[in-house]
């Protein structure tokens, strides 16, 4: 059967469409035009995937038609010339925007199933990386090798196109941001790439250049965002209709189930030739070369067009024909075609008339196009419309190109013929005087370019040389790495290349000096960091048995108790401590009380103090003998339940070193040269620990003073000050070049911080890093008109998120630098800012994440599951116990609770015993029908721990969730799917569960943030420590958030404050943007809010100052809320 499909459309859903993008319409228009099986479009969006459910059938194998109650009474609107069946592929489209060889890559791509099904864990997988519900065209932050990836994953029976290739801004050739090659953006899974749309703006012949697709089929689509423009590109095949026919049709190179394409005349398209709309330029690629690319009239880069694309990839000249082409012929749109011959627009009334009678005369439209006699048209009575044809189908026409963003306009008739015609046949109109527009540029300049394709390949990570370790190090860097000082303190300011010179001067220990590796311990506070610092020392050594021990001191700690103890206690999470905290505090515990003892418990921690230690000193605001009792209280609880908290880690590893010499000494042999890392944020227990083990060996810390923010967690910088009074004969080494960030930045930074200390100009760091001259501050009318002010500016520096973007002039089309949405970070000074960006951003479609661990592990259905880890792990609480046995049904009384928690203190069994004990024993003060539950659910527990014996974590955890019942309430819900896939991420990095429960209950907020994802980091100031991002938005620069009063009016530590915000102002490399509200909302009521005087304290030579606009917005149902 012969046909024309239409394989790449949207629906009302995504961005800047037609209203009447529905199913019912297309129906319509697909008879009227002649396609008989079209793109359903945007299947990821759930109102779309909805309709598709209610409104369509499967006819055919993976093929679908409108119900015909639907179908019914719109057959009886369409002309029966022109009634034929139509038939629906499930198809959407995605915006795939990442970095990728060190480049901004932007491209789309279209995905193809077979079934629902299909379809929708498609969308679960996608929906938890990316939000999929603000757009019907999503925008990801997705290598497309991934998304291709994915999608063979979950049916490889589906099919993947990437769309549109040449397009400048969004496609695979692109010249803003595309690759040279297929290869290049698919790697290894090139072979799953066997056709690509060649788009409006080229045609085969231009693509018969490319070598590098003769073994991909090219087909051609409308892309039609509404009605009207359907088949205007189209695909012509020759085979069954269902899914997998038309699959093979374009995976095998057969020219009979396959035809070709019909396409509008590339001139046509929007972004064939170079040149600058807003200018009204328009120039071919021979005259841009000569002009090199810049605009005459306003002196900017213009955009390449995809004709100069496609000369710069050529490897063959022009008018090159390959052996077994598929056909094409070219068309011009019917509505463009009467346009031309009545001098009007192609929406106005007349086109519309003479159309109607065109179809209702001679049929589908394509038919008229290609198929109909001369004779036959002119039965139409429709004018000129035969001679008009002809021209097309010769190519005896003219075309004024299409370029950035502007379609081409057609010229069928000069002027000359027009009133040469009048004379053949009698014309019912008038014809004016063609108008041109004036100061385009019209050379038409043919240019033949051979030019062969290089292929970059990406090399891997190569072990670095020992005589190439001290490459790149400024003399200071390399002072400290080859200085054979016994102790050494190295004050690093932000960016200045401290986790360089620290692994660097590692590095040369064992490669010059041949200390062996499993000699070297570094410390430092969060696991990302310690994995940062793992990667890097492995870069600059080959692998060997002994390695250098990289840890956070939390995780230090707990190795020790376990290699000297035989510890097996398991670690309680933030809500787990808290709970026990309250038990032990007792009836009418309020949360400012609870907070308030779980500060106290934790500050005589970090100062090695336990209950039975001397307190008085340490406690202010609650009576010393009840703090006394509620500590005991709590660690009696710890014990009961074989559990240890965060702190507990550092006091029990210090108390072994400080009672067991023999310990202490193991500890200092093993481990000679000590590195600590960030070494202003220790607090007493931390420092205590250091000059334990550190006597007699080799000390090298590194920080800054000046970036001792963790107050809070009893951090204090003055043991960084006094390190040379504790380590006699140090040497001290300052680093002040800094590699991250802009002087600008640097000059604003250090004039915030100096205004109230007096700094040493010797430690002022520099930078000779070029950029701005000015940073950013602007002022907003509310936090949701700062999330939305801060959206924009996002968009505009991506280069656009969208066509709409760029067609309307949203995206910047000149920055300087590619920035993808990684480069972005929004700094708060709480957590609860971050709703207003959630918010915005999950409607607006920006990708984003939220540092926020807490969000990790207490989420619903995530909480239970790393329950049932812990019990497969050995590592569970009662508290585990008793949150597992309530999602299997069991719900116990308190007499019952009280009775299962006494059988479970006197077991000191592993739970692979419990689990034993019960199934078989009686468990005293519980029912019958309780007793009967535990039992089943036990040995259900008992049988999972046999199924998952020798799985790798991912294995392990999707095995539980599944088996559990769990995974169906994750996928039903976007929310908690995107926790689970990200819990998946963070398992993958350990060797077993007992590894990664530990690294849960270890992590910090930081490391719940995924860096190698595309997406905005959302984040507070202090989860930031330690990282950099090219574009920085420090947001809620306002009295009361910074610096930060609990009760909007005093300040517990304004230096600190201070310290803090010299922080977030450091992490940015480009551009730093300081925004503030003039009213916030704070739990309910609305207030208003001064600016933060820190800004003040920055010289105004030194900013640009804005004011956001008021953004206006309504919340329809089911459509995106348009606020850019």
Same mark, same amino acid.
């Given at each position: 059967m012969k046909f024309i499909a239409d394989l790449h459309i949207h629906s009302k859903y995504s961005r800047a469409t037609a209203r009447n993008l529905d199913f019912e319409n297309l129906y319509y228009t697909a008879q009227i035009k002649g396609v008989t099986l079209i793109g359903t479009g945007d299947f990821t969006y759930p109102a779309w995937i909805s309709e598709i459910e209610s409104k369509l059938e499967e006819t055919e194998p993976g093929l679908f038609s409108l119900k015909k109650e639907i179908a019914r009474d719109i057959d009886k609107t369409i002309p029966e010339n022109c009634r034929n069946p139509v038939r629906f592929i499930l198809q959407t489209e995605i915006s795939n925007i990442y970095k990728k060889d060190g480049r901004v890559r932007k491209n789309h791509n279209l995905v193809y199933f077979p079934d629902i099904i299909s379809v929708k864990k498609f969308n679960a997988r996608l929906d938890a990386i990316g939000n999929i519900k603000s757009d019907g065209r999503p925008i990801l932050g997705l290598d497309a090798a991934d998304l291709l990836k994915i999608m063979l994953d979950v049916n490889d029976?589906?099919?993947?196109?990437?769309?549109?290739?040449?397009?400048?801004?969004?496609?695979?050739?692109?010249?803003?941001?595309?690759?040279?090659?297929?290869?290049?953006?698919?790697?290894?899974?090139?072979?799953?790439?066997?056709?690509?749309?060649?788009?409006?703006?080229?045609?085969?012949?231009?693509?018969?250049?490319?070598?590098?697709?003769?073994?991909?089929?090219?087909?051609? =689509?409308?892309?039609?965002?509404?009605?009207? !423009?359907?088949?205007?590109?189209?695909?012509?095949?020759?085979?069954?209709?269902?899914?997998?026919?038309?699959?093979?049709?374009?995976?095998?190179?057969?020219?009979?189930?396959?035809?070709?394409?019909?396409?509008? #005349?590339?001139?046509?398209?929007?972004?064939?030739?170079?040149?600058?709309?807003?200018?009204?330029?328009?120039? =071919?690629?021979?005259?841009?070369?000569?002009?090199?690319?810049?605009?005459?009239?306003?002196?900017?880069?213009?955009? @390449?067009?995809?004709?100069?694309?496609?000369?710069?990839?050529?490897?063959?000249?022009?008018?090159?024909?390959?052996?077994?082409?598929?056909?094409?012929? *070219?068309?011009?749109?019917?509505? +463009?075609?009467?346009?031309?011959?009545?001098?009007?627009?192609?929406?106005?009334?007349?086109?519309?008339?003479? !159309?109607?009678?065109?179809?209702?005369?001679?049929?589908?439209?394509?038919?008229?196009?290609v198929k109909k006699s001369v004779e036959q048209i002119d039965t139409a009575n429709v004018p000129l419309l035969a001679e008009a044809i002809m021209k097309m189908r010769s190519g005896d026409i003219n075309i004024d190109p299409g370029y950035d963003g502007e379609f081409g306009k057609v010229n069928l008739f000069s002027h000359q013929e027009k009133e040469r015609l009048k004379g053949e046949k009698y014309l019912l109109f008038d014809l004016p005087a063609k108008k041109v527009k004036p100061g385009k540029i019209k050379e038409v300049v043919k240019q033949d370019v051979k030019k062969k394709i290089t292929k970059k390949k990406q090399e891997p990570l190569q072990t670095v040389k020992p005589n190439d370790l001290l490459n790149g190090l400024n003399p200071e860097q390399k002072k400290a790495v080859e200085s054979t000082a016994v102790a050494m303190v190295i004050q690093a300011g932000p960016g200045t290349g401290k986790?360089?010179?620290?692994?660097?001067?590692?590095?040369?220990?064992?490669?010059?000096?041949?200390?062996?590796?499993?000699?070297? $311990?570094?410390?430092?506070?969060?696991?990302?960091?310690?994995?940062?610092?793992?990667?890097?020392?492995?870069?600059?050594?080959?692998?060997?048995?002994?390695?250098? $021990?990289?840890?956070?001191f939390h995780s230090f700690s707990l190795k020790l108790l376990r290699e000297y103890k035989n510890f097996n206690a398991a670690i309680a999470d933030d809500s787990l401590r808290i709970s026990l905290i309250r038990e032990a505090i007792g009836k009418?515990?309020?949360?400012?009380?609870?907070?308030?003892?779980?500060?106290?418990?934790?500050?005589?921690?970090?100062?090695?103090?336990?209950?039975?230690? +001397?307190?008085?000193?340490?406690?202010?605001?609650?009576?010393?003998?009840?703090?006394?009792?509620?500590?005991?209280?709590?660690?009696?609880?710890?014990?009961?339940?074989?559990?240890?908290?965060?702190?507990?880690?550092?006091? $029990?590893?210090?108390?072994?070193?400080? *009672?067991?010499?023999?310990?202490?000494?193991?500890?200092?042999?093993? !481990?000679?040269?000590?590195?600590? +890392?960030? #070494?202003q944020d220790l607090n007493f227990g931390q420092y205590e620990f250091v000059k334990m083990i550190s006597q007699g060996n080799v000390i090298v810390v590194i920080g800054d003073p000046d970036q001792s923010i963790y107050g809070f967690r009893g951090s204090d910088n003055k043991y960084f000050n006094r390190f040379s009074d504790d380590f006699l004969g140090c040497e001290?080494?300052? $680093?002040?070049?800094?590699?991250?960030?802009?002087?600008?930045?640097?000059?604003?930074?250090?004039?915030?911080?100096?205004?109230?200390?007096?700094?040493?100009?010797?430690?002022?760091?520099?930078?000779?890093?070029?950029?701005?001259?000015?940073?950013?501050?602007?002022?907003?009318?509310?936090?949701?008109?700062?999330?939305?002010?801060?959206?924009?500016?996002? &968009?505009?520096?991506?280069?656009?998120?969208?066509?709409?973007?760029?067609?309307?002039?949203?995206?910047?089309?000149?920055?300087?630098?590619?920035?993808?949405?990684?480069?972005?970070?929004?700094?708060?000074?709480?957590?609860?800012?971050?709703?207003?960006?959630?918010?915005?951003?999950?409607?607006?479609?920006?990708?984003?994440?939220?540092?926020?661990?807490?969000?990790?592990?207490?989420?619903?259905?995530?909480?239970?599951?790393?329950?049932?880890?812990?019990?497969?792990?050995?590592?569970?609480?009662? *508290?585990?116990?008793?949150?597992?046995?309530? @999602?299997?049904?069991?719900?116990?009384?308190?007499?019952?609770?009280?009775?299962?928690?006494?059988? #479970?203190?006197?077991? *000191?069994?592993?739970?692979s015993q419990i689990m034993e004990a019960f199934v078989r024993e009686d468990i005293s003060g519980l029912k019958e029908e309780s007793k009967t539950k535990i039992s089943a659910i036990a040995k259900k527990i008992k049988v999972f721990g046999e199924e998952i014996k020798n799985c790798d974590n991912i294995t392990c955890i999707r095995f539980l969730s599944s088996k559990s019942g769990l995974q169906d309430i994750i996928e039903k819900n976007d929310k908690i799917n995107q926790v689970f896939e990200k819990l998946i991420s963070i398992a993958q990095l350990y060797n077993d569960l007992k590894d990664f429960l530990d690294a849960i209950a270890l992590n910090r907020d930081v490391d719940a943030i995924g860096f190698n994802m595309e997406k905005v980091s959302l984040m507070?100031?202090?989860?930031?420590?330690?990282?950099?991002?090219?574009?920085?938005?420090?947001?809620?620069?306002?009295?009361?958030?910074?610096?930060?009063?609990?009760?909007?009016?005093?300040?517990?530590?304004? &230096?600190?404050?201070?310290?803090?915000? @010299?922080?977030?102002?450091?992490?940015?490399?480009?551009?730093?943007?300081?925004?503030?509200?003039?009213?916030?909302?704070? !739990?309910?009521?609305?207030?208003?809010?001064?600016?933060?005087?820190?800004?003040? +304290?920055?010289?105004?030579?030194?900013?640009?100052?804005?004011?956001?606009?008021?953004?206006?917005?309504?919340?329809?149902?089911?459509?995106?809320?348009?606020l850019f």
């Open positions: 029976k589906g099919f993947f196109i990437p769309a549109h290739i040449w397009t400048p801004w969004f496609s695979m050739f692109g010249s803003k941001s595309g690759f040279d090659s297929i290869e290049e953006c698919f790697g290894p899974l090139k072979s799953h790439i066997f056709a690509v749309e060649t788009g409006l703006s080229s045609d085969p012949p231009m693509n018969w250049r490319i070598e590098d697709l003769d073994n991909v089929r090219l087909i051609s =689509n409308s892309d039609a965002h509404s009605p009207g !423009y359907l088949g205007r590109n189209a695909c012509v095949f020759n085979t069954d209709l269902s899914f997998f026919h038309i699959r093979q049709a374009l995976e095998k190179n057969n020219l009979e189930q396959y035809q070709g394409t019909l396409d509008m #005349y590339p001139h046509q398209g929007k972004y064939h030739y170079d040149g600058h709309r807003k200018c009204n330029i328009c120039l =071919n690629p021979a005259t841009t070369a000569q002009i090199d690319g810049i605009c005459p009239e306003c002196g900017k880069k213009v955009t @390449y067009g995809v004709l100069n694309r496609v000369q710069e990839l050529a490897t063959r000249h022009e008018g090159y024909m390959p052996e077994n082409r598929h056909g094409f012929k *070219s068309i011009v749109p019917l509505v +463009d075609i009467l346009s031309e011959i009545f001098d009007v627009g192609p929406k106005t009334k007349k086109v519309a008339t003479y !159309y109607t009678r065109a179809i209702e005369a001679l049929g589908p439209e394509l038919e008229i196009l986790t360089r010179t620290l692994t660097a001067k590692i590095a040369y220990l064992v490669s010059k000096k041949n200390i062996k590796p499993g000699n070297i $311990l570094a410390l430092t506070f969060t696991n990302k960091a310690a994995r940062e610092l793992e990667q890097r020392i492995e870069q600059y050594l080959p692998k060997t048995k002994s390695r250098v $021990l990289a840890a956070t009418g515990s309020k949360k400012g009380m609870v907070n308030k003892i779980d500060q106290l418990i934790s500050f005589c921690k970090q100062n090695l103090l336990g209950p039975d230690d +001397d307190l008085k000193d340490f406690i202010t605001n609650v009576e010393p003998d009840h703090f006394e009792k509620i500590y005991r209280d709590y660690q009696t609880l710890c014990w009961e339940q074989n559990l240890v908290d965060f702190e507990d880690l550092i006091l $029990l590893s210090s108390k072994m070193l400080s *009672s067991q010499e023999e310990i202490l000494s193991s500890v200092r042999k093993q !481990y000679r040269y000590i590195f600590i +890392d960030e #070494y001290k080494i300052i $680093l002040t070049q800094n590699y991250r960030s802009t002087q600008t930045i640097l000059d604003a930074s250090f004039q915030m911080i100096n205004k109230s200390m007096d700094k040493d100009e010797q430690s002022r760091i520099f930078s000779d890093v070029e950029g701005t001259k000015k940073l950013i501050i602007k002022e907003t009318i509310s936090e949701y008109a700062e999330a939305t002010a801060i959206g924009k500016m996002i &968009e505009k520096l991506v280069g656009g998120i969208s066509f709409f973007s760029m067609d309307t002039g949203k995206a910047d089309l000149n920055i300087q630098k590619e920035y993808s949405f990684a480069d972005f970070a929004i700094l708060c000074r709480t957590r609860k800012q971050h709703e207003a960006f959630i918010n915005v951003f999950e409607k607006e479609g920006i990708p984003f994440q939220a540092a926020d661990k807490m969000g990790l592990v207490e989420t619903n259905c995530i909480k239970q599951l790393i329950s049932l880890c812990r019990v497969m792990a050995n590592k569970e609480s009662f *508290s585990d116990i008793e949150t597992v046995f309530q @999602y299997f049904d069991l719900s116990l009384g308190k007499k019952e609770r009280a009775g299962l928690y006494d059988f #479970y203190k006197k077991s *000191s069994a592993l739970s507070t100031m202090h989860a930031a420590k330690g990282l950099e991002f090219p574009v920085v938005f420090v947001a809620g620069c306002e009295q009361g958030l910074v610096p930060f009063a609990k009760d909007g009016e005093n300040i517990d530590d304004l &230096e600190e404050e201070r310290r803090l915000f @010299y922080v977030a102002m450091t992490r940015a490399m480009d551009i730093l943007c300081l925004t503030y509200a003039k009213k916030r909302s704070i !739990y309910g009521k609305s207030f208003k809010r001064q600016r933060s005087f820190f800004i003040d +304290d920055i010289e105004k030579r030194m900013t640009q100052f804005e004011k956001s606009p008021v953004f206006l917005s309504v919340n329809k149902k089911e459509k995106q809320l348009e």
